[in-house]
């Protein structure tokens, strides 16, 4: 919620009379005649009962303008209008805002950088997975077996590949324009992995010779089944876009 100048009027008051009281030795009489307020309503923002807003006033730009104010008055004499007072709280609002939206910009950005550490940090552990299985699979002797360990490295580099396009993304900040298929089409691909890929070794897994085939049929299972989640995901997508 964006502050507004005129929440800001109490505070000022009470910084200024705080100011006034502690560093100029002025007593509450004298400091509510400067305000135009009661010492009744001094003795309030005194007390915190008023100008709650005031750890605000501590950002060093915003204090230097009031100190400014009440220097100016210490040295001139006169008082502070009610018209000075709502200025300077348009002015000091607009300060404050500018400051909280880079304190924003600021974690939005430690956020952005710690998501693009962690992202790197995963691709470089698929890069050592798929080295360490390739070459797990370059010592094996069976067919068979150095394919599934071939299937897994060929993975982690594909798992690679997305995470650096996506830290790409995010390092050029650019806005993601999204590209989908008509949802018709989504459909139609997603009933041919439903019904001719996913159940479509069911039958031959039971006449296979060893289990290890079974391992293998099992990891192109896996993998239809993957790609109809996908599918299931875009579908939504299309169907938020229409």
Partial sequence: MSLRSEQLVPAIRAKIIKILIEKYNYNRRRASQILNVSPAAVTHYMSGRRGRLLKLLEEPR??????EVVEKVVSKGGRVSEAEIYDLALTLSSIIEEKKRGEIRYSLDQAKNK????????????HEAAEKFMETASKLDNEITRMIFRQIASDSIKHADVLMSTISILERGEEIKIEIPKKNILQSLLEKEEVAHIHSLDEVKTYLPHKLLKVLLESVEADERKHAKILRSLIELAEEKS
Wanted: proline fraction near 0%.
């Fill in 115 to 126: 998501l693009i550490r962690t992202l790197r940090e995963r691709a470089q552990a698929e």
């Fill in 62 to 67: 915003v204090s230097k303008l009031i100190n």
